[in-house]
């Protein structure tokens, strides 16, 4: 809608706001009026627009009576990501988002956290003197309310991670022995020693929904002069592949272009490889990439003349890639996870910095507390700048869940198992298993991709011991086989597009 409301179109627009304004307080008052029911998912939650673009949830209006919580404020919007339209179920997450108050009440906020308070506590006051302001707020973001809205609509409808696996005799969408445009030979588990292929054919269903059924030209389409963006470790590279091959089936397609060098991906000298792979389908303009940053966070050499020297981790500030190019992404898909060990810090002489300086704080000095400091901050900072890309949909995916069985990865740890689903097919659970990604999204626009529970059915789908020679190498019981579950993630990606 950018640019495109003049003349006559405009009057209709702001009648339409006006009408959804009145709407929305009449809403407010006296929950979900029957009218409503035909726009709005069922029990859905009020839409409220800030002037910073933010949304609120007509919670905050409620919030005033509960000074207390509304003074430290720290989370009073609700989850826009909240997974459930059913509205026993909402009444559940008002309990746990309570709880989830009450715990980060314990941290002191910082002086972002403190102007957050106060706009929150402006807004309420603002909304309290009626309709004036709020059709004011109502205008000032036109065309956004109608996207955030019809977004809202779409990913309310479904919880994809419910569900269960089911043999389906038209999967894999693309041939391990193909793609070889994009499949690292490493993941193919087609060209191993690997006999059993019985994993290729699991796909998943969700339980409250239908999938939409991926395919290439559907996807294109979607995506026409759009870019989608992988930024995480190698798990969300395998991810970059997948999407790869299923969109082009697997098939080699002259017409996709490396356009790497437009975002600096290009080999350095003496690189293995380069930090990460775009290539663009010219027959819609859709650009996909792949940028690796184990950490999410801002890299910074100490000494730039020194080659080894050690490298701030600036655990809260996004990747400068990010950064840099994000106003170019119209999807976003972050992950990050199985670096945060000691062993793999020690190895790349990450020291951690917070605010700028050697971190001192104790709680974020240990591995897992770092680790929820970052995954927190980068979520946060990506959604301060949503309001600033309207069209951006982003994501952050949850935990790869790794199976190392009878040992970890150092100590012999194996996923020998080939029979699928042994441990049972079906996910029921409502909750994300990843709570610390599910702590870091709520509240905030960014959704989260929860693939975690139902890839944890899934452990006969990793690489395990085979490799590309005739001897059996390490066990890779964290990577995934390509045709594989990585494929899912994506289909639950495509589905909320
Ligand atoms: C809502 O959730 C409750 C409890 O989880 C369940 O019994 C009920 O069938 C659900 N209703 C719908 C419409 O899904
Ligand atoms: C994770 O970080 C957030 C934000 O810094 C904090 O509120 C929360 O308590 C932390 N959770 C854990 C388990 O440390
Ligand atoms: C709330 O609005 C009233 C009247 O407009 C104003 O006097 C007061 O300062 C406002 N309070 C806050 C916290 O903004
Ligand atoms: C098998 O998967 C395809 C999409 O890949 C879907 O259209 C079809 O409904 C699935 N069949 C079954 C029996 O689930
Ligand atoms: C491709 O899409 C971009 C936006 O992503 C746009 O700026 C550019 O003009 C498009 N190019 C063509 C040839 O359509
Ligand atoms: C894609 O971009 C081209 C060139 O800017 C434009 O002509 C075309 O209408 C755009 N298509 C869509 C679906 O936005
Ligand atoms: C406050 O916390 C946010 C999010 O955790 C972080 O991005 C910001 O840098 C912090 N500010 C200070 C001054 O510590």
Known sequence: MKGGLHGLRNKHVYLILIALACATVVVW????????????????????????????????????????QSEKGVDLEVPMNSLNTNSSVRNEEKRSSTNILDKEQ??????????????????????KHGEKNLIAQMSSVKGEYENILATRVENQACNYARGKWVTNDSWP?????????????????RLTQRKDFEYEKLRWQPKDCEMEDFTGSKFLRRMQNKTLAFIGDSLGRQQFQSLMCMITSGEERADVLDVGKEYGLVKARGAARPDGWAYRF????TTILYYWSASLCGLEPLDMTNPTTDVAMHLDRPPAF?????????VLVLNTGHHWNRGKLKANRWVMYV???????????????????????????????????PGLKAFYRSISPRHFFNGDWNTGGTCDNTTPLSGGKEVLQDEPSDHLAAGAVKGKQVKLLDITALSLLRDEGHKSRYSLKATPGAHDCLHWCLPGVPDTWNEILFAQL
């Not at 969408?173 to 588990?189: D, P």
């Not at 990010?322 to 119209?330: E, I, M, P, V, Y």
Request: aromatic content about 10%; overall charge negative; charged content about 20%.
């Open 29 to 68: 008052r006296f929950e979900i009026p029957l009218f409503l029911t035909f726009i709005l998912p069922p029990q859905s939650h009020v839409l409220w627009l800030s002037p910073d673009g933010k949304i609120k949830d007509k919670q905050v209006l409620e919030g005033e009576n509960s000074p207390d």
């Open 106 to 127: 314990e941290i002191p906020p910082n002086v972002t956290e403190v102007s957050d308070i106060k706009q929150v506590s402006e807004e309420k006051n603002s909304s």
């Open 173 to 189: 969408l693309y041939s391990g022995f193909g793609c070889k445009q994009w499949l690292s030979s490493m993941w193919a588990c």
């Open 282 to 285: 010219t027959s819609t303009n």
């Open 322 to 330: 990010l950064h840099h190019f994000l106003h170019k992404f119209d």
């Open 355 to 389: 605010g700028g300086v050697p971190n001192t704080n104790r709680k974020i000095a240990d591995i897992a507390g770092a680790k929820n400091f970052t995954v927190h901050s980068i979520i946060e900072w990506v959604n301060s700048q949503l309001p600033k890309y």
